[in-house]
């Protein structure tokens, strides 16, 4: 059984920052490239930042130059670092990894539970 829980969401002011973590825990024996998403009211889940094994990132562009994506593999933990927050940025926040575990020796997608990010104008 594979668990990803994040932490760091919360209310904060236009031009804030804020940072998320989410840390997979289980009989991880690999985990491959790491995302996170974002839903917010009414709209689809959007991707918006990547970072592989080997730190290689990538960005939505409505966020780039402003979040940071970074992974400590030795802690399986991905973080979100968002800084000039903006109310559009408001929306539920996902990560997503490819872990593979003893029970199933392949690449699957495994979800958090997601966390909510709220920024006021």
């Known amino acids: 059984q594979v668990q990803l829980v994040e932490s760091g969401g919360g209310l904060v002011e236009f031009g804030g920052s804020l940072t998320l973590s989410c840390a997979a825990s289980?009989?991880?024996?690999?985990?491959?490239?790491m995302h996170w998403y974002r839903q917010a009211p009414g709209k689809q889940r959007e991707l918006v930042a990547g970072v592989t094994v080997g730190g290689s990132t990538n960005y939505a562009d409505s966020v780039k130059d402003r979040f940071t994506i970074s992974r400590d593999n030795a802690k399986n933990t991905v973080y979100l670092q968002m800084n000039t927050l903006k109310p559009e940025d408001t929306a539920v926040y996902y990560c997503?990894?490819?872990?593979?575990?003893?029970?199933?020796?392949?690449?699957?997608?495994?979800w958090g539970q997601g966390t909510q990010v709220t920024v006021s104008s």
């Open positions: 997503a990894a490819a872990i593979k575990t003893n029970s199933m020796p392949y690449y699957h997608q495994y």
């Open positions: 289980g009989h991880i024996l690999s985990i491959n490239a």
